[in-house]
């Protein structure tokens, strides 16, 4: 996506017309528009010179981001791009304006209506005060001219904006009143003093300048407002580092970060941010990395250890080598992934767009209309002015368009700050719809590495688990299998003593063999090592039930004997249990998702709480289930962003778990920094909240304009409600500062607390469906180990109303949940069928 700074917009209008306009150019695809940041987006093979001709053709100015300060000759700071320009203009005018209103109000009410005192010369001067008035209007509408040059010149090309409602109504007022001082000289010459005075209440010079004052009010507001939606993202800038320390030559050579290349080795002391992504190669540290993760625990680093720009070394001396520089940083993807949101514009959106686009002609015939009306009723030009001024003054079309930027860019901020990037606004919109979560096991509900669970020594033939470990560890050095590792590693944590075996094989059937002090050591699975060594019944039944557990058995013998069993297996990370249940307490379906055999599929999903498990999928075929689950519901996909790119792009919503490299990935929609299932509901919960204040902006900015446009005409006027130009003037100033103030409330949201948490609506029959759910114990008998209990647990949740069955051969139980009705007989022929009595069923 190409990005645009677009300048002279001043309302939804004006963007409605900047993306009509660029969206007729040959070669642009897409197109948006941001009014809050004054940015557009474009996507296509369109020449820039082509775009912003167009968007100059429409009455506006272009330039594309990144060319503008080169042109200058001059390397601007990214935050500086989003720096608040707009608001020190406006409180300037906004003074210079107040200065001259004060003294136009003081001679025209302060005066007429409270006979405050004036000089003697103008006593009974008629003529001189309505000069006086004219000349002061005259001036504060000078001041605040930018207007007038906007208003008049959209209107010229014939695409008026709010401008040209505050235009048009101040040159109204400011005209008819100059028509009246006119007049009044005509009277005076007359000496019709009667007429004089007439003349004199037609004036409507301190309304012109009080509609501009006013509005200039409402636009410093929302500029203030405006600007710290961008805070999150301006902080995000002002963390990345300005120089780097380099070794060069032998010495130490301080740089712009401009000029840090890859492969160059930098060093960062304690305390000092790291300028760039890299690697160490030498010293160690901790690193706070919770300016890019929202993590506040300092993360260990070691050589061969990652380290990421805008992070902060607390302790140690590093040296590091440069991996990613410049925009290819993770910072840099996370500034661009804000930036970008920002550019885009959500499906909701469109809503306001459509009206937008006809609002201020649509306005401006209400007011003509409402003029000639009242003329036509018999009313004064004064009065049927005074109707149709504040019909130009009280509409604000800006209320509609900021009513969902607004609130876009405070929640990706938001979302950014606590280490979850939205890449664009139609991914914040989509992930609060979820209905359905489907999650990849490895790497997202589990670890991703294999760890030892278990460590069973056969007793008589084996001094303890640490002799058992010894050994296994000193097999296991030689090989390269990832089971290996984790033996490997649960030995380094454990600081079992480092021992070698030589004539070291890896044998046919998943078997290592190895000489240890003169005798043979043996390891494998079961059916390696029964060949080696005699594996007793209850020990076999122990790895039977290890293996019903999800785990991963491994055998291991000393000259024929067996030492005993290492059980390993991919655990579930601390936090998925909590993470599956926030999302059901959300009201979303979870279904787990993993290539693996079903006996240690259903394993993982009982320990993490799933509603679903559908195992033996692989990367290949995740995409076509999750395409039969988008016909249930709205369907979330959380992968590892690489593997499970295809379901990625399938799912409504892509979200991809990972860090670091992960974060430039493609496929997903959704990128969390922290690598930690917890932050699913996060996102959804924050989606859901900024979905609700969209909803609130747009009402109350619909609500705004339904009721006060009529007042405004005069509809009330025969219930004793009139509208003021000067108070319509005042309420629609202050209509975009209520949306924008709305939208920062969402600071304030605590996207954790799951305290609140509400089932959405489902729009689909069978996701809406509640299901229930029933325990019944049954008493077997007949179960002597493991092995029974599997083949129990196989029969019964072969069983489509089966939702897991928990069994044990020690108490003789299954305790079984159903989600659907199944009577007991059902459940009893299902046991019985594999050798066992059912006793009884509770």
Known sequence: ??????????????????????????????????????????????????????????????????????????????????????????????????????????????????????????????????????????AVMVINQKFFISGFKSLWHRAPNMDTLVALGASAAFVYSTYALFAMTDAQVRGDMEAVMDYMMEFYFESAAMILTLITVGKMLEARSKGRTTDALKSLMKLAPKTAALERDGKEVVVPIEQVQKGDVFLVRPGENIPVDGVVVEGSSAVNESALTGESI??????????????????????????????????????????????????????????????????????????????LLGQTIGFALARGISVL?????????????????????????????????????????????????????????????DILPEEGLCDGEQQLLRLACALERKSEHPLARAILQKAEEEQVPQEEVTDFQVLPGNGLTGKWNGATLSGGNYSFISTRAAVSQETQA????????????????????????????????????????????????????????????????????????????????????????????????????????????????????????????????????????????????????????????????????????????????????????MFGAAAMSLSSFCVVSNALRLNLFDLRDAKKDKPLKSRHPKHSEEVTTMEKTMKIEGM????????????LEALPEVQTANVSHESGTAVVTLSGSLTDEALKKAVEDQDYKVLGIQ
């Not at 296509?44 to 042109?71: F, H, L």
């Not at 929609?669 to 979905?691: E, Y």
């Open 1 to 138: 996506m190409e990005q645009y700074h677009v300048t002279g917009m001043s309302c939804a209008a004006c963007s409605a017309r900047v993306e009509k306009a660029v969206g007729k150019v040959p070669g642009v695809s897409s197109c948006s528009v941001s009014l809050l940041t004054n940015s557009m987006g474009v996507e296509g093979s369109a020449s820039a010179a082509d775009i912003i001709a167009a968007v100059e053709s429409a009455g506006y100015g272009a330039s594309q981001k990144g060319r503008e300060t080169a042109s200058a000759g001059a390397a601007a700071r990214p935050e500086d791009t989003l720096a608040d320009h707009e608001t020190p203009v406006l409180k300037k005018r906004l003074w210079s304006s107040l200065l001259f209103l004060a003294v136009l109000m003081y001679f025209s009410m302060g005066h007429m209506m409270w006979s405050w005192p004036v000089p003697s010369f103008l006593h009974g001067n008629h003529m001189a005060m309505g000069l006086l008035q004219l000349l002061l209007t005259a």
């Open 393 to 453: 003054v009280i509409s604000c079309p800006c209320a509609l368009g900021l009513a969902t930027p607004v609130a876009i860019m405070v929640g990706s901020g938001m979302g950014a700050k606590n280490g979850i990037l939205f890449k664009t606004a139609a991914s914040l919109e989509a992930a609060g719809r979820t209905e359905i979560v489907a999650l990849d096991k490895t790497g997202t509900i589990t670890k991703g590495e294999p760890r030892v669970t």
């Open 542 to 725: 122990k790895a039977e039930a290890l293996s019903a557990q999800g785990k991963t058995p491994m055998f291991f013998s000393r000259d024929g004997m067996l030492l005993g069993v290492i059980a390993v297996a991919d655990v579930i990370k601390e936090d998925s249990p909590q993470a599956v249940r926030e999302l059901q307490n959300m009201g979303i379906r979870v279904v787990m998702l993993t290539g693996d055999n079903e006996r240690t599929a259903k394993a993982i999903g009982n320990q993490a709480g799933v509603d679903e498990v559908i195992a033996g999928v692989l990367p290949d075929g995740k995409e076509s289930v999750i395409r039969r689950l988008k016909e249930q519901g709205k369907v979330a996909m959380v992968g590892d962003g690489i593997n499970d790119a295809p379901a990625l792009t399938r799912a409504d919503t892509g979200i991809a778990i990972g860090a670091g490299a992960d974060v430039a990935v493609d496929a997903a929609d959704v990128v969390l920094m922290k690598s930690r299932l917890s932050d699913v509901p996060a996102a959804i919960r924050l989606s859901r909240a900024t979905l609700r204040n969209i909803h609130q902006n747009l009402f109350w900015a619909f609500f705004y304009n339904t009721i006060g446009i009529p007042l405004a005409a005069g509809l009330f006027i025969p219930l004793g409600l009139t509208l003021n130009p």
């Open 298 to 375: 300092p993360v260990d680093k070691a050589p061969g250890d990652g380290v990421s720009a805008a992070t902060v070394n607390q302790s140690g001396f590093l040296k590091c080598r440069a991996t990613r520089v410049g925009e290819d940083t993770t910072l840099s993807q996370i500034i661009q992934m804000v930036s970008d949101a920002a550019a885009t514009k959500a499906p909701i959106a469109k809503i306001a767009d459509k009206v937008s686009g006809v609002f201020v002609p649509a306005v401006i015939g209400i007011a003509l209309a409402t003029t000639a009306v009242w003329l």
């Open 784 to 795: 002597m180990c493991g092995h029974c209990e599997a083949r129990v647990k196989k029969a």
